[in-house]
């Protein structure tokens, strides 16, 4: 639903947690989707709020401190440090506090869970929750460690790994599969191993905890999913639906660790536990509004509870949350249980606003797998801005967000991206423009300033009014992919408009009539550059401001609103200089320079974007010959076939090829292929491909399938 100018809009980023440097996986998940919904908010004047910070407790961390030898607090403060300056580079509204308009219209502020103020906060929560009811001690059973010397060192879930009781899928961890979803308790998992220490026995003993009573919510949070049922996506209406159908039980929010919130209960019980990281996390999202309300506003004459117009119920808020699919749990469940159960205790004056929206992204993949700081297995982003333009990949991953299925990073889609669509159409249209005006001055005067702009050509003028209305329609419901091609629609009709309107043909003509044919049509174009450089700001904050410059305007493109985005026409009287918005990218040179960045850096350290295996993984890989019984297109992907394999003994496999751009139908049926026999099946844009061909890539666009040089049967071996 379409929101007002008087709204209070919440955006709220999953915090990442502060183990290591963000990675490309972070960035398509949460970090920009946020941003730019923040971005646009503020450019359709609303009182927004934008809250965040970095996760910083839990065992990895001490983890990590052990092997560094530094302190956790010494590990997070570099870690939070360096996270906040990389979103800050990609161009992300973390430093920006208010705006002339003052602190009612709201800000952000990237916090952190270490602070002083966040732990007395969520200390408070904790005591409010026990005084309800909704807390009670349990003994539980927990996975740990037992040393030489007795010395028993519990286990974090996710430092278990094991098999699903539910699914029987492998690498399952200690209280949830992210393969099925299912949750359990610790002595259901099959075959539990540490991943700390595989070779150490994990043991199961018995220890006291608070637990959070999520089944006495169970019915308010159905009826909650069930008013939500048209908001949510479908992989966040369907992993709600599964826990709710699996039963909600109450969830422990205590563990045995002495880094994180301490518990303002019974010392001589509690004093070495801390809060769990996960109840801890979630309520960052309120205590980061009353620490941003205490600290920043304040400071700027606002009332210390400030924060309340955007938390206290009031009936004019609403409320996004960014993440990736793996949280979605944690948002739809555990965090508003947790406001339910504040609510519920509480005064209507008092009342905390439920979200409107989870936006939960499903995985951009490397190379298939999965983005991963513990595995090295990714493109970081500090690395990455060091050495290309950050609007570059916020366009590359907004146009390929994994909004509806999981989308795959490669360094030659992002290429392809960058050279054909944004600079090939987008900045190519800029660069006629303006390169045309420039051509037709005299003196460096501007000769277009007696001329109408879009008002002399209604059809182009409705065109843009039409692609500024859709935008903002997508833009609505967080359709931030489909918002971005209707904007990139413009550039695309712009040039269109040019070559039918020719203006190049009348530049030098000594007739006004005639001279006219090309000041008129190049004053319209010059009219739509500036709607294209509000429309673009929350995707390309960078470039949108260069080409507000480029075209003379005054002040900031964001700071204009995208309701009025064709209203004013201005011109300068003497024209700017004019720059390329963006550098062409070589894709031989960027495999080149990530390849020798790596050996520089440390023979032994995989490149970003690739995870080097050991021999006898590589040995398990089972690589066979088949023969190729038909092709089809894929009805959900333009690069895809489906091809179905014959692999002997009357089998069939079907596996999902991108040969699209490289081989005909006709050219691979009834070809012998190579293909591998053991990979596990995963569904590729809604269908299920359970192999994979090998093909050879030269690096320059020329893909070449592997045969075998002679007739052989299906399903033999390749060795």
């Not at 009348?506 to 044919?517: C, H, I, T, V």
């Not at 080097?612 to 088949?626: K, Q």
Request: aromatic share 8%; with cysteine.
């Amino acid at each position: 639903m379409e929101g007002s100018p008087e709204e209070y809009v919440s955006i709220f980023m999953a915090w990442p947690y502060a183990n290591g440097p963000l990675h490309l996986g972070h960035v398509a998940g949460n970090c920009l989707p946020a941003d730019i919904q923040y971005k646009y908010e503020r450019m359709r004047g609303r009182r927004v709020l934008m809250l965040s910070g970095s996760d910083e407790h839990g065992t990895p961390i001490t983890v990590t401190a052990d092997e560094s030898g530094k302190s956790p607090q010494s590990v997070v403060d570099e870690n939070h440090q360096a996270i906040f300056e990389s979103l800050v580079k990609l161009g992300c509204s973390w430093n920006q506090t208010a705006d002339e308009r003052g602190v009612d219209y709201g800000g952000a502020l990237y916090g952190r869970t270490s602070d002083p103020r966040h732990h007395e906060l969520v200390q408070e929560i904790l005591l409010e929750l026990h005084g309800n009811g909704y807390l009670i001690q349990e003994t539980m059973e927990q996975f740990c460690t037992v040393g030489e010397g007795g010395e028993v060192r519990f286990l974090p879930d996710r430092y278990v790994q094991g098999i699903c009781p539910a699914c029987s899928a492998e690498g399952a961890r200690g209280d949830q599969c992210d393969a099925c979803g299912a949750t359990y308790e610790a002595n259901e998992l099959r075959e539990p191993v540490s991943k700390l220490n595989p070779d150490v026995p994990v043991e199961i003993r018995e220890t006291e905890h608070l637990f959070f009573r999520l089944d006495l919510l169970q019915p308010e949070l159905e009826a909650h999913a069930a008013d939500r049922k048209s908001t949510w996506k479908p992989n966040v209406r369907s992993m709600t639906k599964n826990w709710l159908n699996m039963g909600l039980r109450p969830r422990a929010i205590t563990r045995d660790i002495e880094w994180g919130v301490r518990i303002p209960l019974d010392d001589q019980i509690w004093g070495k536990k801390r809060v769990y990281v996960w109840f801890d996390a979630v309520q960052g999202y309120l205590t980061c509004a009353r620490i941003w309300s205490e600290r920043i506003a304040q400071s700027s004459g606002a009332e210390g509870e400030a924060w309340r117009k955007w938390w206290v119920e009031n009936g004019n808020q609403r409320h996004i949350y960014f993440m990736g699919k793996d949280n979605i749990p944690f948002h739809t469940i555990i965090w508003p249980g947790i406001l339910m159960a504040l609510n519920n205790a509480r005064g209507d004056n008092d009342r905390l606003h439920l979200e409107d929206n989870v936006a939960s992204n499903e995985y951009l993949m490397l190379s298939g797998d999965q983005f991963s700081t513990s595995r090295k297995h990714a493109v970081w982003l500090p690395t990455f801005l060091e050495r290309y333009d950050p609007d570059t990949i916020r366009y590359h991953l907004t146009v390929n967000m994994p909004e509806l299925h999981d989308t795959d990073f490669t360094w030659r889609e992002y290429v392809d991206k960058v050279n054909n669509e944004l600079i090939g159409t987008y900045a190519n249209y800029v660069n006629r423009v303006l390169t045309l005006v420039s051509k037709a001055s005299v003196d460096g005067k501007n000769p277009i300033l007696d001329y109408p702009g879009l008002e002399a050509y209604p059809d182009f003028m409705q065109f843009i009014q039409g692609k500024v209305t859709s935008s903002i329609e997508s833009m609505e419901r967080q359709r931030f992919k489909e918002a971005l091609r209707r904007v990139m629609d413009i550039a695309q009709e712009g040039n269109g408009f040019l070559q039918r309107a020719e203006p190049w043909k009348y530049l030098k003509a000594d007739e006004p009539e005639e001279r006219e044919k090309a000041l008129r049509p190049l004053s319209a174009a010059w009219h739509s550059l500036r709607v294209l450089s509000i429309l673009t700001h929350p995707f390309m904050p960078f470039q949108s401001q260069r080409l507000w410059e480029m075209i003379g305007e005054a002040g900031k493109s964001s700071e204009e609103t995208w309701d009025d985005a064709l209203n004013t026409d201005n011109r300068p009287e003497i024209l700017p200089d004019v720059e390329p918005l963006f550098s062409r990218l070589d894709l031989d040179e960027i495999l080149k320079r990530e390849i020798e960045s790596d050996k520089v850096k440390n023979q032994n350290e995989p490149v970003e974007g690739v995870a080097y295996i050991d021999f006898d993984t590589f040995a398990s890989v089972e690589l066979r010959i088949g023969v190729v019984e038909s092709v089809e297109d894929h009805p959900n992907a333009d690069r895809l076939y489906v091809v179905k394999i014959n692999e002997g003994d009357d089998q069939t496999r079907t596996v999902c090829a991108g040969l699209k751009d490289h081989y005909t139908k006709d050219e691979l049926d009834g070809t012998h292929v190579v293909f591998v026999a053991n990979l596990e099946p995963r569904k590729l844009r809604g269908v299920m491909s359970e192999g994979m061909l090998l093909a050879a890539d030269d690096g320059s666009g020329s893909v070449r399938l592997i045969r075998p040089d002679g007739h052989i049967k299906p399903g033999s071996s390749v060795r």
